[in-house]
């Protein structure tokens, strides 16, 4: 075996034993060399690993998606039916004329359209690539362009309200597919339904080279104009693996996860992992909702659940005891992601769930989990966790022309990461420069900078583009913000570095207050105060803002950038990931 060429992929294998899903993966870049051609019936496909597996199994009828509409009716999907609806979905594109790596988009809410085309785009070689509803034309103009959309699957309204008007600036999108429309509009504009009522049920997928891309997917733009990260099927073979060993999927689960396909967490973990792993997805039609999704966890009996720190804080926020309303005794994990998780987040869910939130690091690019507090170890709160099998992290300093490991514990630097674990993007499209410029020597870097203990756990420190720069001192906002919510009367923080001609730039918080406090002076300095008393001087924030909302991106992440640009009177940049409230 070619071992050398498959590091990371090494230790993912011995961990998987049993699933033959790598070995698969491992035959195919031997043969790959050997033959030089795509011999029949091999290869690695995302979806066959998904749904053909389970759907030719004893779990033919275990359901794969139950999705809960807006007025919390349900539907199944069975590991059988989805089967036979992506295979319409894929017969539909190969009729259509859509080729190997061509890119279908989808702009809808959480339906079953979304899932089946994802599925169905995959099963036929060409590479999905999902995009928000709640993006504005021009956003998705930007996207559907950049990414070259040959096909997109939508609705009525979202065509009409935000597609429309683009077509003539968007030369290569062939045809649009409309969801809830029973008759074709014209010859580019189809009905999806009437499409799948044509199509066979029947698709054989072609051999699909590990290599091939999947998915194509557009980061969150918190630190600037969102970038296109593409990623291969090979990637698979990380969804199953964090699956198994951070999600700790088992056999009957019922799991959740609150991201929208929109963001790759949607994707990774909203569609394909649960998938592979043959447990039950719920997917939720509606946005957050306190009341609503507590009474998802009881109805549906959720097992896993993985949402992000934005709605944890939320819910932190209501101050109610759930377990005293809603029966929750199916709940056996919860993994959040997106951005830290703060100790006291962490150890709410001790006290309000009886099990500690886990926090888990990724990002974008990476394209699942690298580093995480998962089942089998202690959790450190506040902490990221450790990374995981088959992946390599370091912290480390970096020059424009030397990068060097770290490795005295508790020493703060970037974080970077060993290149090629099977779900590493594979390029940011038309952005070929951006892409070398992430990797140094057999290192990724990850534009996050970090600290790692002793015990080998990771701490985040925060964005490199985010740090602030004090009387020589480095500030990561994450310590700040993590201080300032343990003050009685803060919801949530965030702080920037602002320019001071003294000492370089001057920390600013901007805090929501929980309900029941008003930002007067008195609230302001014993902020102030305790900030002070527990950070330090240096440390602690020399100005204080009160705010209703902190601008966060519609993945959940707080905007620093933003903040920083309206309390300086710059330009905005790039805002169309901002979720407007
Ligand atoms: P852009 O790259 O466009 O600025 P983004 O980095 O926010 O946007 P994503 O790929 O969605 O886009 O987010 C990944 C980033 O989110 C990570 O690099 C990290 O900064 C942050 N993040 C994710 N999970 C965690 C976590 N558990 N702890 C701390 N930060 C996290
Ligand atoms: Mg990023």
Same mark, same amino acid.
């Given at each position: 075996m070619a071992a050398e060429l498959l590091t990371g992929q090494g230790v993912i294998a011995n961990n998987l034993q049993n699933y033959d899903l790598c070995y698969r993966s491992f035959n195919w870049q031997q043969e790959r060399g050997e033959l030089n051609g795509l011999p029949e019936n091999k290869g690695l496909n995302i979806a066959y690993e998904a749904i053909e597996r389970h759907a030719n199994s004893e779990l033919a009828n275990t359901i794969a998606l139950r999705w809960i509409r807006k007025d919390h009716t349900t539907q199944d999907f069975s590991y059988s039916s989805l089967q036979h609806l992506t295979s319409r979905f894929a017969n539909v594109l190969v009729n259509l004329g859509i080729k190997r790596g061509e890119k279908v988009f989808t702009l809808s809410g959480r339906i079953p359209e979304l899932y089946i085309a994802a599925l169905g785009t995959l099963k036929a070689t060409a590479v999905y690539c999902p995009l928000f509803p709640v993006f504005g034309p021009e956003p998705v103009f930007q996207r559907l362009s950049r990414g070259e959309a040959k096909v997109l699957v939508t609705t009525r309204a979202l065509f009409e309200k935000k597609v429309k008007q683009l077509l003539n600036r968007l %030369? +290569?999108?062939?045809y649009i597919l409309i969801t809830d429309e029973e008759a074709h509009i014209d010859k580019n504009v189809l009905s999806f339904p009437r499409l799948m009522e044509e199509a066979g049920d029947e698709f054989s997928i072609p %051999?699909?080279? @590990?290599?091939?891309a999947a998915l194509l997917h557009f980061t969150s733009g918190t630190t600037g104009m969102p970038k296109g990260a593409l990623h291969v099927h090979n990637a698979v073979l990380m969804h199953y693996m964090t699956g198994k060993n951070v999600l700790d999927f088992h056999k009957g689960d019922v799991f959740w996860c609150?991201?929208? @396909? /929109?963001w790759v967490t949607g994707t990774s973990y909203g569609i394909i992992a649960p998938l592979v792993c043959g447990v039950t997805n719920v997917v939720d039609e509606e946005e957050f909702d306190a009341v609503r999704w507590y009474s998802i966890l009881e109805k549906q009996q959720v097992n896993v659940w993985y949402t992000a720190p934005t709605a944890i804080r939320r819910l932190m926020r !209501? $101050?109610?005891?759930p377990r005293d309303i809603y029966n929750l005794q199916s709940l056996r994990l919860i993994c959040s992601v997106g951005e830290p998780l703060h100790a006291e987040a962490v150890m709410w869910g001790e006290k309000t769930f009886g099990m500690p939130i886990l926090d888990n690091w990724w990002q974008t690019e990476t394209g699942g989990i690298m580093i995480a507090n998962y089942p089998s170890m202690k959790v450190k709160p506040g902490s990221m966790g450790k990374p995981l099998p088959g992946t390599e992290a370091a912290i480390a300093e970096i020059t424009d022309t030397t990068i060097n490991i770290i490795t005295e514990p508790g020493k703060q630097g970037h974080l970077v990461l060993k290149k090629?674990? %099977? +779900? !590493? &993007?594979r390029a940011y499209i038309h952005d070929e420069d951006r892409y070398k410029k992430c990797f140094r020597n057999e290192w990724y870097f990850t534009g996050d900078l970090a600290r790692k203990d002793a015990d080998g756990y990771y701490w985040f420190v925060g964005r490199a583009d985010d740090i602030i720069k004090t009387s020589g001192h480095m500030v990561g906002p994450f310590e700040v913000e993590s201080t300032l919510m343990e003050h009685v009367a803060v919801a949530e923080a965030a702080v920037i570095g602002k320019p001071d001609p003294v000492i370089g730039e001057i920390v600013k918080a901007f805090i929501v207050l929980k309900h /029941? &406090?008003? /930002? $007067?002076e008195k609230v302001q300095l014993d902020i102030l105060a305790f900030a002070r008393q527990k950070l330090g001087a240096a440390v602690a924030p020399k100005e204080i803002s009160f705010i209703e909302e902190l601008p966060k991106t519609r993945s959940g992440k707080i905007l620093r950038r933003l903040l920083k640009a309206r309390e300086l009177g710059l330009p905005e940049g790039d805002i169309s990931t901002l979720e407007k409230s």
């Open positions: %030369p +290569s999108l062939q %051999p699909t080279d @590990p290599e091939d609150t991201a929208d @396909p /929109g !209501m $101050n109610i005891k090629d674990w %099977p +779900s !590493m &993007f /029941g &406090f008003t /930002g $007067n």
